[in-house]
């Protein structure tokens, strides 16, 4: 049996704009732009970035929540990105999703007993009403919500607990892939260190693999085995957590690591600030698309788009810096950021 | 004399359910030129003690209590009027959302302008001067141009910018910072949190930074106060409260954050929780308002709430058993 669970090929998700008097019409929105990984089963894959770089429309695109604009998304064997609706359903069972803000996207007119009861129905998974119940009970326990829970309301629960009745929701299909986008970022550091965990615990017993959205680089390091970086619709740098955390590859990635605050007074750290801003997706920048900002851009990077191309096993990078000599790549050593 | 006393402050909310102690009794003092901040999760009080300095409170249904002195006046105490020449003029204020608290149909120049105007009486010339003088000093690329912009054509981190060169036009001795860089990505963050660092030395306010991210903390205060349920739990030098945190919820925030580089160590550790949740406000809590998460909490934890101690030189912490905690942890 294969190990890869998902497999997306050359992704893209362009959402066209619509004219208007200020703005001719026949622009597009470059959300997604040709992006590929694969995620195993039971691993951890973190797809980071800062917003608008496309990582939650990856997230989305893979739920087929939208139809995509090219590219396949191959779930188990099984292109999912062409099916039909009808034959797609029984396939959505095995990907569910936790988003960032429980309070919206649970219904505040369902009690929790029947927010767990329609994933649960609408894929017949129960065999009986008593079996019914026994999931939904065994679904609270495991995300520790006590049992009365069930007769409650959403709003009757604080952040985090809403968060957990979220991720009973998702377990409740039985699923193989839990994409989660932005799952933890709006909680409390408290609270965030309990769901953080709870996810990692249940990864582990149901052996579920988790696409993990996230801007929280710190989190991100924490959770997953491998690290996707996302600039402005592409994939940068795509490799195992302790490389890119140890030595980035992109200049992408090292500014975003040396910009994270770190809860040190007086360490010493080289930051690099970043100039401007994300360019628009509308109308990207030619050549790579990070040479705006970047601090070793040089000619080539103005007008040839770097592939993103291996540099050793499993690791990615797409960055003209790597066709240097190592003398003059920065980012060639490995070092400490 | 301290720029800023707040002395005992009590803001209490009336609600249909109760009275909500949002903050209950805390004091404190902010040195001129220093950057103290007030840490702690949502709820604990830490936005409604920079909005009750301000009287930004609606009272009703607030009711604000105690003394806030800032340089000898009690603010509490002043007319409306003249809470108003404060205002935006000896303190200013940073919210976390620009967006949201920039007029969106006047113009960025007009928006820098109108305290200049109100408070300072400046010519029209001379305001416009500053106007493109201050764009010019929180790093926005043609100033001049850009006066005639309005919010919607900026960045998210454009408009804190701009955000900022309205804060600081009157040169105010204190700013109050909400939150000021917890909407904006990382890069954006880095970029707004050297500048304020950078004009805080040439202007030479004195700054409240109210956070909930211990990063930005450690990077930026030289004092932190932590709050909890309403209450100050801790207050120390930014260097001594990282290294050795005396209060169990502090101890307990500063492990529940994994740290950047942690895979490259040793073995994976799992995140230290804090059991539970935080408590209703709408009750009045007999002890320590932490006992019901806290795992050193005793009977005596329970009934009495613990004081402000010293515990080390210019190092407070309310906890009966801080001392024990240090070592038993």
């Known amino acids: ?337 | 004399m301290a720029l800023l006393e707040v002395d005992n402050l009590q803001t209490h909310f009336r609600t249909p359910d109760g009275v909500n102690r949002a903050v209950d009794g805390i004091s404190f003092a902010v040195e001129a030129g220093e950057t103290v901040a007030i840490v702690g999760e949502s709820g604990c009080g830490k936005s409604v003690t920079a909005n009750s300095i301000l009287r930004l409170v609606p009272q009703p249904p607030g009711r604000i209590g105690g003394a806030i002195r800032f340089q000898g006046r009690d603010l509490l105490k002043l007319s409306e009027r003249a809470m108003r020449e404060v205002r935006g003029n000896d303190i200013s204020m940073i919210f976390q959302e620009p967006m949201t608290s920039l007029n969106p149909v006047l113009t960025i120049g007009r928006q820098i302008a109108e305290p200049l105007r109100l408070h300072q009486g400046l010519s029209r010339e001379s305001v416009e001067q500053r106007v493109v003088e201050m764009l010019g000093l929180v790093g926005i690329a043609e100033p001049r141009r850009r006066t005639r912009e309005y919010p919607h054509q900026l960045s998210g981190g454009m408009r804190q910018r701009v955000m900022i060169a309205i804060a600081l036009a009157c040169r105010p001795k204190l700013l109050i910072a909400d939150e000021p860089t917890t909407a904006l990505d990382v890069t954006i963050q880095a970029q707004i949190l050297n500048l304020m660092t950078d004009l805080k030395r040439r202007v030479g306010a004195a700054i409240i930074l109210i956070t909930h991210d211990l990063g930005v903390v450690a990077e930026t205060a030289e004092r932190v106060m932590v709050m909890y349920a309403g209450r100050k739990v801790e207050e120390a030098p930014v260097a001594e409260l990282f290294r050795s945190p005396r209060h169990p919820y502090t101890r307990g925030l500063l492990s529940a954050v994994p740290k950047l580089g942690s895979s490259l160590g040793a073995a994976q550790t799992r995140l230290a929780e804090i059991p539970g949740v935080v408590p209703s406000l709408k009750q009045r809590i007999a002890g320590c308002v932490f006992a019901s998460r806290c795992a050193f909490a005793r009977d005596l934890c329970r009934r009495v709430a613990p004081a402000l101690e010293e515990k080390a030189p210019a190092h407070f912490a309310a906890c009966h058993f801080a001392a024990k905690a240090t070592v038993a942890a």
């Open chain 1, 1 to 337: 049996m294969s190990p890869v669970l998902l497999e997306v090929n050359d992704l893209k998700k362009h959402f066209p704009l619509r004219g208007s008097l200020l703005r001719p019409g026949g622009l597009r929105v470059y959300a997604v732009d040709g992006v590929s990984f694969r995620i195993d089963k039971a691993e951890t894959l973190a797809l980071v970035g800062e917003s608008g770089c496309g990582k939650s429309t990856v997230g989305r695109a893979i739920l087929r929540l939208f139809d995509i604009t090219a590219g396949q998304v191959v779930l188990d064997g099984q292109r999912i990105d062409d099916m039909p609706a009808g034959s797609l359903r029984p396939l959505r069972r095995r990907m569910q999703v936790v988003f960032q803000d429980p309070l919206s996207s649970l219904n505040p007119r369902m009690r929790v007993r029947d927010l767990l009861a329609e994933p649960i129905r609408n894929f017949d998974l129960a065999r009986s009403a008593a079996d019914m119940e026994a999931r939904i009970d065994l679904l609270l326990e495991k995300v520790k919500l006590p049992r009365e829970a069930k007769a409650r309301w959403p709003h009757e629960f604080s952040g985090g607990q809403r968060q957990r009745i979220a991720i009973a929701r998702a377990l409740a299909a039985e699923p193989d892939l839990v994409v989660c986008d932005e799952a933890v970022s709006a909680l409390d550091v408290s609270v965030k260190a309990q769901i953080v965990n709870l996810l990692q615990d249940l990864q582990r017993e149901f052996g579920l693999a988790l696409l993990f959205i996230s801007h929280d680089l710190a989190i991100v390091e924490h959770m997953t085995h491998r690290v996707a970086v996302m600039y402005l619709g592409k994939i940068v740098e795509l490799a195992p957590k302790k490389s890119i955390f140890a030595a980035p590859k992109h200049p992408y990635t090292e500014a975003l690591l040396s910009a994270v605050p770190m809860p040190e007074p007086g360490a010493a750290r080289k930051r690099i600030i970043l100039k401007g801003d994300v360019p628009s997706p509308i109308n990207p920048p030619k050549g790579c698309r990070f040479h705006t900002r970047c601090p070793y851009a040089f000619d080539r990077c103005r007008v040839e788009e770097p592939e993103l191309r291996s540099t050793r096993d499993g690791e990615f990078v797409a960055c003209h810096l790597h066709d240097l000599p190592p003398a003059q790549n920065p980012l060639a050593a490995t070092r400490p950021h």
